[in-house]
């Protein structure tokens, strides 16, 4: 027997830089916003899961001690960029198999500047120069480029839709358009990719409170349809799963798509009944690959999605009303909880950048593992 | 380089020459994989067998870094990149050409070792790169 799962509140602390704040400083401002939209005092949930890649020990029992809400099961939960989605699994796991009527779900990160150091890697390869994160996401931009028709102009364009998209969001990290010129004119980082087209590793926390179907007390429920997340099937040589070699066939299915089909399923929607889309923009090549490996089009048509307008705001799938990660910046850990805060504003119809009418959302991240995440919600 | 030279890893590559990847074959699917596994990563089989991969492919994938990732002591830009080979595997490594302008898709590419910095006694560290083929 299965239950219906309920977000019954969600809060957040902006993404940034605070160079005044502790990670747990930023996880205790989050998981207030959701527990008191929510109306659950102390005491009101019976296991809380964190995401955190990067927190270190006991990250999420530190941030409940400064709560006075300890004493169930904490669980920290690290799945690279699917961190936070792999915590809101789990917590819907504990209410859907009946151990617990309300959860706590949240992520928080305090990433390193610059480009992000992964104890992924090997010694070795770090010795080689093989640990170049965005150069892996040049390689896959450069192969989307050749069987795609992605082009240059379409790498700035993403940049230029999601940074206009991300102006009204006050939890974004950068609020300023640009055009693409300027996007154009920063500085290669490992061609095709320039800086701008890059989202930048920061800090910040997103909580979620799930209830069983009925149970909440909060504001009109948003359905938590399906919350998936998988790995990867080994082949594809420019997988997330970073591997050093893979093989010639074509046809290993991305773990986003893996987590896509299955969260579709689950949910019992397909990707033509979604309303607005948060997804993976780690670089602007990632969020038209996403397009295709989220079904949003069919192979190869990511370049003509985009063209059509399909995927700006007021276009018929709107892909990242929040701005996504190249406004956001990207706290590995709560990521993936920041989308689900930004889909259930706009299934409440309150989302700053409101896409009109929205009734059924998904979310999405995928990054080193690999990890990839698809959520459902629905209104 | 020095032929005092050190692996950058030890079971990476033969310096030959020409040098070349060591690799391990599955006795159960036949899957090549690189670097050397004792259990395969596409069918779980236990029964692998080392071999010593082409020494040369096609290119299939390249971009050049120009700032130095962190815990690389060496100097940018350089190359990075896939190339295929005959085995049908990709193979993900550096590159000598560090300005993509200069390469093409499906370009014959020969593997070179290449001194990646100077360890603390002075020797270089090394590894291995993909460099385009001289013509025939």
Redesign the interface.
């Known amino acids: 027997m299965t239950e219906a799962v309920d977000v019954a509140g969600v809060g957040i602390h902006r993404f940034g830089r605070f160079e005044d704040r502790t990670v747990t400083d930023l996880g205790v401002a989050a998981v207030r916003g959701a527990l008191a939209e929510a109306g659950v005092a102390p005491g009101g949930f019976q296991a809380a899961f964190c995401g955190t890649a990067y927190g270190g020990v006991a990250s999420g029992h530190k941030v409940l001690t400064r709560l006075g809400m300890t004493g169930m099961p904490i669980v920290d939960v690290e799945a690279g960029c699917a961190s936070g989605a792999a915590a809101l699994m789990l917590g819907a796991g504990a209410i859907r198999g009946g151990a617990c009527d309300t959860v706590l779900v949240f992520g928080i990160e305090k990433m390193p500047k610059g480009m992000i150091r992964s104890s992924f890697f090997e010694p070795w390869q770090e010795d080689a120069g093989l640990s170049a994160t965005p150069a892996y996401f040049a390689l896959r931009a450069q192969r989307l480029m050749r069987t795609s028709g992605v082009t240059k102009d379409h790498l700035a364009a993403v940049v230029v839709k999601n940074r206009r998209q991300g102006v009204t969001n006050p939890h974004a990290m950068f609020r300023a358009e640009v055009d693409a010129a300027a996007v154009l004119a920063s500085r290669v980082v490992a061609e095709p990719l320039h800086l701008w087209m890059l989202c930048s590793p920061n800090e910040g926390a997103a909580a979620v409170v799930l209830t069983r179907a009925g149970h909440g007390t909060g504001p009109p429920g948003v359905r938590l349809r399906s919350a998936v997340v998988r790995s990867h099937v080994p082949g594809a040589v420019l997988s997330e799963s970073t591997p050093m070699s893979g093989l010639v066939d074509e046809d290993t299915p991305a773990p986003s798509t893996l987590a896509a089909v299955a969260a579709y399923e689950e949910a019992g929607v397909g990707p033509g009944e979604l309303d607005v889309v948060e997804c993976q923009d780690t670089d602007a090549a990632r969020e038209l690959l996403s397009y295709e490996e989220l079904g949003l089009c069919e192979p190869g048509g990511s370049a003509a999605l985009l063209d059509e307008g399909a995927t700006a705001v007021g276009g018929r799938l709107p892909v990242n009303p929040s701005g996504g990660l190249l406004s956001k910046g990207e706290p590995l850990g709560a990521s993936a909880l920041g989308q689900i805060v930004e889909l259930v504003h706009q299934l409440r119809g309150d989302a700053p950048n409101q896409v009109p009418g929205a009734r059924v959302a998904l979310a999405h991240t995928v990054g080193r593992g690999a990890n990839a995440s698809a959520v459902v919600l629905s209104r | 380089m020095s032929s005092a030279g050190v692996p ?2 030890a079971g ?1 590559f033969s310096e030959g020459p020409p040098p070349r990847l060591l ?1 391990s074959r599955c006795a159960a699917c036949g ?5 050397r596994a004792d259990t395969c ?2 069918c779980a089989g236990d029964a692998t067998e080392p071999v010593e991969l082409s020494p040369g492919g096609a290119l299939w ?14 100097t940018v830009p ?1 190359g ?3 190339v ?1 080979l005959p085995e ?5 490594s ?1 590159l000598t050409e560090a300005d ?1 302008a200069r390469l093409q ?1 499906g370009q014959a590419m020969a593997l070179v070792t290449v001194p ?2 100077a360890d603390d006694e002075g020797r270089d ?1 090394v ?2 790169a993909f460099a385009p083929a001289p013509g025939p």
């Open positions: 950058v890893r990476l690799g899957r090549h994989c690189f670097p990563p596409y994938a390249w971009t050049a870094v120009t700032t130095a990732p962190p815990g690389y002591r060496g350089y990075l990149g896939v295929e049908g595997l990709r193979v993900v550096r993509p898709p990646l910095h560290v590894g291995f």
